[in-house]
């Protein structure tokens, strides 16, 4: 019941309302009906009953007096205009009847005249003296019609009637205006919400026509309605926002609804993967799901094959409590550049670890070297010139240089070899260079050179910038066994920041390129990634150490250059060595023209932790004609030199020794004599040496291993002209 | 068993009226005293009448006959409009000063001496026969269906300064019709 009543509109439910208390209304008119009868109708009967009895006694007192029944009956039928008077009958004094009144044959009145007033049913029995000046002149005895309550109703019929109009009036009028002020401005919201929400026209307002519950709502409603809209607007902001910065990540989002049993649809997500790596991917994110947790996997994305794309799923179960549904939600990232950058990486990682083993095992055996190759000077130099054992000795050195260009080479991938950088003319360089490159790769090679028109230079040593570009000539020739075209290009680069981040290792600025292209056999991704690997190579056993790249590497990126490959299988391949640019600076004069191997009589301090090194070097000295001073460490150095009698004219010092570097040394020892000259001799230069600056254009380095030869002339040189401390 | 008792009843008081006709005098007499009486309660006399509110009403009876015994009988301790009611018995019709009500019956010889002398007093006359209103009374009774009724000339009692109650004048019967004097 109340749950329909709940149901009804509200303007049924004032009908019901008023129905129910018209109802209600005539119930209560009815008791009070009653209850007046009751109270006040009986007193009434009694009052009108009295009063006629009143009246016909005043009106019978004589009649009775002189006897005149006539006059009594006349008397009496004056009552006939009173129809509740049932009866009237007049006695004399003695009790017996004079006049009698009974139009519808009343019954007769109680025969013991007692005077008073009794209520029988149906009617109401009066009996009472009629006296003159206190002397008893006869008897009235009156009935008095009372009907009972149920007829009488229909007097009151009337009253009912009005009540009833009045509260139906009062009733449709209230329905009128209830219609005017309360449903319709309902019925308006109503409308005005169904609007927003099919249009989503939240600047809609419904205009509050009252100030009462109505006009409150109303206004309640539209503050909703505004901020409901402005909600709508900063959800759309956030929405952008949100989008704008998925945008600017790359980053692309995604819902999944899942359902409560039964497999999640994973199709869209897997339409994304490539189908290699499709089974894979819905194993994990099944798995995911099965766990209720996160994921994030890599895959192959679907697309054009030829051009390998990554993607990542990132994604999380959520699982909706108040519905008990769950949803995946993730994002989707094209992580290929990433995947690129981490395995270029990688390869730098492992490329900079071999260069240290290497460089390790280099340094060693530069020693090595260098003993064997002084000791074989000293025995050639002692054996007659004509013996057979001669040319055995020759073939000895001859693979002792091989070794030791080996350990040259090893060094440079390791970027640990002895440097002297100078200002470098490019195009200079590979004008002076072409005839050699033509008779390097042969007459089926046809050379073009493309140089760019500029008057920048870059820094490089120039020893190590042509073995590059002779080690990058024979690749290319060794790509082209049946002949093609070789191009030698040098071009400005500007390298962007933005091009740079492609790029591991590189920075942003201003590059001069040194390119070496082919249109040769060319090379798969799988053979470019590994290339400048040391000891890695494409050529038969015994045709290429696999070093040739790696050294171009290390020199390049000891000048703080890059060196790029560009190949395609079938195509030919396109080297690129970018070398930072430097201002327009005169390139350091040619290297002047040594004399001969010359002899010396000058004092030299030997310093040398090897003891091999120091003793080989040091007869060479000696032979040379130089007082040589030994020192095992530098502490030993200045003893020694504290020590010495005589003058020491030069410092010739290994650069790396336990105890203490070569550079203090020879900064102590510049102090204390002041213009002495000082030669470095090492099997590598330390990164943190020449981070420290001990390398520079105006200090002397003699390479391990050196041959007698040019430990003269580099000393010679030295000593002739000495270096200006810079 | 209530009709019975009223019956018993009944019976008992005509009993007691037969037993009280035989000592008392003729009904006519009885009932033509206590209309002498009830007359006086439906008339006003002038204030000057009385001497004061207390005053009796002074009921005259002209000769005897036995009603003058029967009048006083009736009259014993009742009163007129609260006055007391006295009897008197004058003997000449100069002595009818003091008579509110005279009754002169159709028997004496003199009637017309009596009414000449109170022609100048305030008296309700009262005789018997309708020719005594021809003769200038007042009330005359008369017989009509075996019943004492009575006539009124009510011109006449104005004349003598009386006012006649229009409930006594209403129980007159009509002149003019038949009736024998009583």
Not at chain 1, 712 to 718: E, F, I, P, Q, V
């Amino acid at each position: 019941m109340n749950r329909w009543i709940r149901r009804q509109p509200i303007r049924r439910k004032v009908t019901l309302l008023i129905g129910a208390a018209s109802v209600l209304a005539l119930l209560l008119t009815g008791i009070a009906v009653a209850l007046y009868d009751h109270t006040a109708y009986r007193p009434r009967a009694l009052r009108d009953a009295k009063t006629q009895a009143e009246l016909i006694m005043v009106n019978s007192v004589a009649a009775l007096q002189f006897h005149d029944q006539d006059a009594m009956r006349e008397n009496l039928a004056t009552l006939r205009s009173r129809p509740e008077i049932l009866s009237a009958t007049l006695f004399d004094a003695n009790g017996s009847v004079q006049a009698r009144y009974a139009p519808r044959g009343a019954p007769a009145p109680p025969s013991p005249l007692v005077p008073g007033a009794s209520f029988l049913p149906g009617r109401l029995v009066l009996i009472d003296r009629i006296s003159v000046d206190s002397e008893l002149v006869g008897w009235l005895s009156l009935q008095y019609a009372v009907p009972p309550l149920w007829r009488r109703l229909p007097q009151y019929g009337i009253m009912v009637a009005v009540v009833l109009l009045a509260l139906s009036s009062a009733g449709f009028l209230l329905l009128g205006m209830l219609g005017r002020s309360v449903t319709a401005p309902l019925l308006r919201l109503a409308g005005a919400a169904r609007e927003i929400t099919q249009t989503g026209n939240y600047r809609l307002q419904v205009p509050p026509r009252s100030g009462d519950e109505i006009g409150q709502l109303t206004e309640a409603f539209n503050r909703m309605v505004t901020t409901v809209a402005e909600q709508q607007v900063a959800l759309r902001q956030n929405e952008a926002r949100l989008r704008l910065a998925l945008d600017v990540a790359r980053l692309d989002a995604w819902v999944l609804d899942l359902p409560q049993d039964g497999p999640p649809p994973l199709e869209p997500l897997l339409a994304r993967v490539s189908p290699a790596d499709r089974a894979a991917v819905a194993a994990q994110i099944g798995a995911a799901i099965d766990e209720r947790s996160g994921f994030k996997l890599e895959f192959r994305a679907a697309g054009d094959p030829s051009e390998e794309r990554w993607t990542a799923f990132r994604g999380q179960v959520y699982r909706d409590e108040a519905t008990g549904t769950s949803r995946l939600i993730g994002v989707a990232q094209d992580v290929t550049d990433q995947r690129r950058t981490e395995q270029q990486l990688i390869q730098s990682q492992r490329m900079e670890a071999i260069g240290n083993l290497a460089g390790g095992i280099a340094h060693d055996f530069n020693n090595l070297l260098t003993a064997i190759i002084g000791y074989l000077s000293f025995v050639q130099r002692r054996l007659p010139p004509d013996t057979p054992v001669r040319e055995d000795l020759t073939e000895v050195e001859r693979a002792a240089r091989r070794a030791a260009a080996l350990t040259s080479q090893l060094l440079s991938y390791a970027r640990r070899q002895m440097v002297v950088p100078a200002s470098v003319d490019l195009n200079a360089t590979v004008s002076g260079l072409t005839p050699m490159v033509r008779r390097l790769v042969g007459e089926d090679v046809e050379v073009v050179t493309e140089l760019a028109e500029t008057d920048g230079s870059v820094r490089v040593d120039p020893g190590q910038l042509e073995q590059v570009l002779l080690n990058l000539v024979a690749n290319a020739r060794d790509a082209m066994p049946s002949g093609g075209a070789l191009r030698l290009r040098t071009r400005h680069v500007a390298l962007t920041s933005a091009a740079a981040r492609g790029i591991p290792e590189a920075r942003p600025g201003q590059y001069l390129a040194l390119e070496v292209e082919d249109s040769g056999v060319g090379m798969s991704p799988e053979i470019q990634a590994r290339i400048f690997e040391p000891f890695f190579t494409t050529k038969p056993p015994g045709a290429g150490t696999g070093l040739g790249l790696a050294m171009c590497y290390g020199i390049v990126r000891q000048a703080d250059g890059l060196i790029l490959v560009e190949s395609e299988p079938g195509r030919g391949t396109r080297f690129s060595v970018l070398l930072p640019r430097e201002g327009a600076e005169s390139s350091e004069s040619a290297p002047a023209v040594l004399p001969a191997a010359i002899p010396g009589r000058e004092t030299v301090l030997l310093v040398e932790d090897d003891p091999t090194v120091r003793s080989v070097t040091s007869r060479i000295l000696r032979e040379l004609g130089y007082t040589v001073l030994e020192a095992g460490s530098t502490a030993e150095a200045r003893s020694v030199a504290a020590a010495a009698a005589a003058r020491i004219d030069i410092l010739l010092t290994d650069v790396v020794m336990p105890g203490g570097s070569g550079r203090e040394l020879a900064d102590a020892m510049t102090q204390t004599h002041p213009g002495l000259p000082v030669v470095f001799m090492s099997g590598y230069t330390a990164d943190v040496i020449l981070r420290q600056g001990i390398v520079h254009d105006k200090v002397t380095l003699l390479s391990k291993p050196f041959s007698a030869d040019a430990l003269a002339d580099t000393l010679r040189k030295a000593l002739d002209h000495p270096a200006r401390p810079g | 068993m209530i009709r019975g008792v009223g019956l018993l009843l009944a019976l008992a008081l005509m009993a007691a009226q037969a037993a009280a006709q035989d000592t008392l005098p003729a009904p006519d007499q009885a009932v033509k005293a206590a209309y002498l009486l009830s007359f006086t309660r439906y008339v006003e006399w002038p204030a000057a009448a009385f001497s004061d509110s207390a005053a009796p009403v002074n009921i005259c009876v002209v000769g005897d006959e036995g009603l003058p015994d029967v009048v006083r009988q009736t009259i014993d301790g009742r009163r007129s409009r609260g006055r007391p009611v006295r009897l008197v018995r004058p003997d000449a019709p100069a002595h009818v000063g003091d008579c509110h009500l005279v009754f002169l019956p159709a028997r004496i010889q003199s009637i017309d001496r009596w009414l000449a002398a109170l022609r100048t007093i305030s008296a309700l006359t009262v005789g018997e026969g309708a020719e005594f209103l021809q003769r200038g009374g007042m009330i005359a009774f008369i017989i009509r269906e075996q019943t004492i009724r009575f006539l009124i000339d009510d011109q006449a009692a104005r004349a003598a300064g009386l006012r006649i109650s229009s409930r006594l004048l209403a129980l007159a019967a009509r002149p003019g019709s038949a009736g024998a004097p009583p």
